[in-house]
């Protein structure tokens, strides 16, 4: 059998870059060291943001890592886009400290992929294992593996992890050469809506795409008015801090898509994107001009634009928004798992999940009846 030792590492900035992308893989880019040390080094997680790294190693016999967990303690719960606060409330009640909790996640970040980092994929069971001990061990109410990839629910279930559904709206290349192919497989009516949209939305404005070098201080000083805007109106604060951009760009290069909305030469809103192996993820936006149509604009259709341009299979838009459907956003099942050590608390979320499944099962159902796809 093959020598495995489990340990907490100092922050993803402890553990060597080519050591850590070894397990993480080049596809999704919220997975690599380097975006996830450019959180570290920004001051963006740890400190007092209640996000305290600490990736689970498992590391195989010749010392290596062979399956990292991006790993957090978190003493709340926002930031994750899997809402448990009525479990905290629940718990609290009770009369437990449902924080600190353990959290296996990409922070700030609603996109589905890997939360099993393997190099050794025979270290899954060893991984989940050494993530129950932390939670046991120190004492801590939950651990909580959120936005996971469809190919790896099965382990946790395995391992006797409750599992979580809930849904996104993703964009799917049906082998779309231009724009216009993509509109040519909506209704009439969908199609003429969304012409309309976009004609009204750049009037006007000049729409450029920056990635890598293009991405200068200019840029980078226009999008963080934007993303504090948007961050002030939708969670009191950003979670993010003016160094992460420029770190970012740096670290990622042409894997960011800056997406700017220009009026005479100045710019009045953004749509920042990193790019993946087979998929564009949409992940902020921010305007200081209000102009009908352009969120939907820059953050969708200049989305299918680039992911069209690039071959892309699929834009993920990021979490929630209904108003997703009309522009040929489709729902699509995302997943999380969970674990509760007390076994009376286990089984109140247990079947509080049952009756929640049943209800977004059918809610995709509905919301799947709505896309603007031609019917036949």
């Known amino acids: 059998m093959t020598s495995l030792t489990a340990r907490i590492a100092d922050g993803v900035g402890a553990i060597p870059a ?14 690599g060291h380097a975006f996830l040390a450019a959180l570290e080094e920004s001051g963006s997680v740890g400190g007092r943001s209640g996000w305290q790294p600490i990736p689970v190693v498992v590391d195989g016999a010749d010392g290596a890592p062979a399956a990292i967990a991006p790993a957090y303690a978190k003493s709340h719960s926002q ?12 718990w609290e009640r009770a009369g437990g400290s449902y924080y600190p909790k353990l959290q296996v996640a990409v922070p700030f970040t609603p996109v ?28 801590l109410s939950s ?9 790896q629910i099965a382990a946790f279930e395995r391992a006797g992890w409750l599992i979580r559904e809930g849904t996104q709206y993703h964009w799917q290349n049906q082998g779309y050469a231009t724009f216009d192919d993509f509109l040519g497989a909506l209704a009439s009516r969908k199609r003429k809506a969304i012409r309309k949209e976009r004609a009204a939305a750049v009037e006007g404005l000049t729409i450029r795409h920056l990635s890598g070098a293009a991405i200068g201080r200019r840029e980078w000083d226009a999008f963080w008015r934007f993303y504090q805007d948007t961050g002030s109106r939708k969670w ?34 953004g749509a920042l994107n990193l790019i993946g192996d087979d998929a564009l993820y949409g992940r902020y936006w921010g305007c200081t001009e209000e102009v ?15 992911a069209i341009a690039r071959g892309l299979r699929t834009v993920e838009a990021g979490a929630q928004g209904e108003h997703k459907l ?36 059918q809610e995709q159902e509905f919301l799947g009846e709505l896309t603007p796809f031609r019917r036949g």
Request: with cysteine; charged share 20%; net charge negative.
């Open 143 to 151: 651990a909580h593996a959120t936005f996971v990839a469809p190919d």
């Open 236 to 269: 009191g604060r950003p979670y993010l801090t003016r160094t992460f951009f420029p770190l970012l760009g740096e670290a990622l290069g042409e894997r960011v898509l800056l997406i700017l909305a220009e009026r005479d030469g100045v710019p009045i809103a």
């Open 112 to 139: 589905p992929g890997a939360r099993l980092l393997l190099r050794d994929p025979d270290a899954a069971p060893a991984l989940i294992a050494a993530l129950e001990a932390v939670t046991d061990r120190h004492d």
């Open 79 to 90: 930031g994750e886009y899997v809402f448990d606060h009525g479990w905290a409330d629940a």
């Open 292 to 306: 009908p149509f352009l969120h939907f604009e820059l953050c969708y259709y200049q989305a299918i634009d680039a």
């Open 18 to 31: 080519d050591q850590w992308d070894a397990c993480a893989g080049p596809a999704n880019p919220f997975l």
């Open 326 to 361: 009309a522009r040929g956003y489709v729902p699509v099942p995302t997943w999380s798992a969970h674990y509760i050590p007390d076994a009376s608390f286990r089984r109140a979320v247990a079947d509080f999940l049952v009756r929640e499944r049943a209800a977004v099962v």
